[in-house]
């Protein structure tokens, strides 16, 4: 909780991250600390108890979300999750009814696409108003190093909510996506398509339409089986079976304090 002059109370959510090692500091650390204490020895394999006293005070990044909603909270907090298998006849009566009433603002989506912010950010952009996109660096990543690289691309068009909505129409600007996010990532950051994990979340947390492309040598948040599926796979589907996403079930996690999760229990699907 933040404290306002006035003395009233809003809630902040602060999110610390341990950035990855970089390797010059990796050796400095191992130098100073060579007296490790001996935990567990079996074979070749050797264990020793944390390290405290390792300085980390430049290896931590802060994001700030303030002030923060209760769903903010509620994203951030522990909690039990469950699995849910959606049927399509599930995302027309449960799910499409919940993202349409919800109101998680998009407006920061809205604010890139127009350049109202981080447009000194941005590392591609197709202006095409139908198959265009903006790709920019991922709030997850300081751009410090490639380790943990992670960009989005956000779709110019404003209707389409998530992976549910996609059919055939959709493959020129998923394409797009694929093919120039990858050169772009290769010409700025010299990483190669063959390095990068492309893929989209479902359920994301905000329905605007977005792909995220993380270094895969990082094991980034949300890449399981359970919420992460591959663009490529994506065009391939559409491209076998235009109505793919409005008939096959798709399966993800949820809370037990999230309301989808109490809207699945009403409806006795879970
Ligand atoms: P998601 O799949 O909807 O949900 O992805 P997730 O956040 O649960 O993964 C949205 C992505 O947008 C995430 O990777 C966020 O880190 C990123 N993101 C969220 N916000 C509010 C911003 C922002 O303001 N700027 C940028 N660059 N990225 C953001």
């Not at 400095?28 to 390290?51: F, W």
């Not at 990858?182 to 390095?195: D, L, N």
């Not at 399981?224 to 065009?235: G, K, N």
Request: glycine share 4%; proline share 5%.
């Amino acid at each position: 909780q933040v404290s306002s002059p006035s003395g009233e109370g809003t809630d902040a959510v602060v999110i610390l991250e341990k950035t990855p090692f970089q390797e010059e500091k990796v050796l400095e650390l191992l130098k100073k600390h060579t007296k490790l204490e001996l935990q567990m020895r079996n074979d070749i394999y050797t264990e020793t108890p944390p390290v405290l006293n390792f300085s980390l005070s430049e290896e931590i990044k802060t994001t700030v979300v303030y002030p923060a909603t209760e769903k903010h909270l509620q994203k951030y907090l522990r909690q039990e999750v469950h699995l849910i298998r959606e049927t399509w006849e599930d995302y027309k009566n449960i799910t499409l009814p919940f993202i349409q009433a919800q109101s998680f603002s998009i407006q920061w989506v809205y604010n890139i696409l127009e350049k109202k912010a981080e447009a000194d950010r941005i590392i591609h952009e197709n202006p095409d108003p139908g198959n265009g996109f903006v790709l920019v660096p991922d709030f997850k990543w300081n751009q410090n190093q490639l380790d943990d690289l992670y960009l989005i691309a956000l779709i110019h068009r404003r209707e389409v909510k998530s992976l549910r909505d996609l059919t055939a129409e959709h493959l020129p600007l998923l394409r797009n996506i694929l093919q120039e996010g990858k050169e772009a990532v290769a010409k700025r950051f010299g990483v190669p398509a063959s390095q990068l994990r492309i893929y989209l979340h479902y359920q994301p947390s905000y329905y605007h339409l977005h792909v995220h492309f993380t270094a895969l040598g990082y094991d980034a948040p949300g890449s399981s089986v359970e919420r992460a599926h591959l663009l490529a796979d994506v065009i391939d589907n559409l491209e076998t079976d235009s109505a793919y996403y409005q008939t096959r079930a798709l399966t993800f996690a949820l809370r037990a304090d999230e309301l989808l999760f109490k809207k699945f229990q009403e409806a006795g699907r879970v």
